[in-house]
């Protein structure tokens, strides 16, 4: 009877042993779902803005706030500069080759479309027109090739070349035309180009405008035929 008892008791004592030990190693213990997660800091967006993905930059975004865009560099800022520069002198020489089929116009309805007339009032002028006309436009290319496109600029350098290409020598053909005193041909020139040309000119806007959006910055000019 004593035995049993002992027994009885010993028992008691070892499982209240156990389960005191447990108490006391259960929070050691710790599974991995509780571990502590490390700690992420992210960054500080206004409560009335959405995350941006990590995939589309935000032009004009807070350069504090945009971690996305690349750094824009002084090279690059030089380069669009230069750029905006040549597309307007590109878009006069338009102008000037209109100028010219204007006076050619003119002269026929001044001298009642007398040919020898014509020729006489404008052979001249449109003569050293379209030689100056053509010596311009080779330079502004030549110069334009001169600006090596910084890191970021080679896609828009590289169309936009071709661009001003294409329309140098549709307009030099024309303005040579003139020179023949053929406005109905003069015409179609223009007219025949027009598509490759508008083509190749909205290729270099694209692009600059993709450019832009890399960078976050406000695209400034339309490349436009």
Known sequence: MLTAVLISIGVILYIGFRLHGMERVSPAKTSPASKPSPVVIAPVIPPTQSQPSSDTPVSGQ??????????????????????????????????????????????????????????????KPLSDGYIDYGHRYAQLTAYFKSLKPPSGCDRVGK????????????????YY?????????????????????????????????????????TKKLRIRP
């Not at 350069?63 to 030089?78: F, H, K, R």
Request: proline residues 3%; glycine residues 2%; aromatic residues 6%.
């Open 159 to 174: 169309t936009y070349e071709d661009a001003l290409a294409k329309s140098s020598t549709s307009m030099i053909q024309s």
């Open 177 to 217: 035309c003139l020179t023949q005193f053929d406005l109905q041909m003069s015409q179609s020139v223009l007219e025949a180009s027009q598509p490759e040309v508008t083509k190749s000119l909205e290729a270099a806007d694209h692009e600059l405008a993709n450019m832009c959006q890399n960078y976050g910055i």
């Open 62 to 123: 807070d350069p504090q706030q945009d971690t996305e865009n690349p750094q824009v560099t002084p090279q690059i800022t030089e380069y669009l500069a230069q750029l905006e520069k040549v597309d307007g002198y590109r878009r006069w020489m338009r102008t000037e080759l209109m100028q010219a089929s204007e006076t050619l116009k003119n002269a026929y309805i001044s001298q009642s479309g007398d040919d020898a007339r014509v020729r006489a009032e404008v052979e």
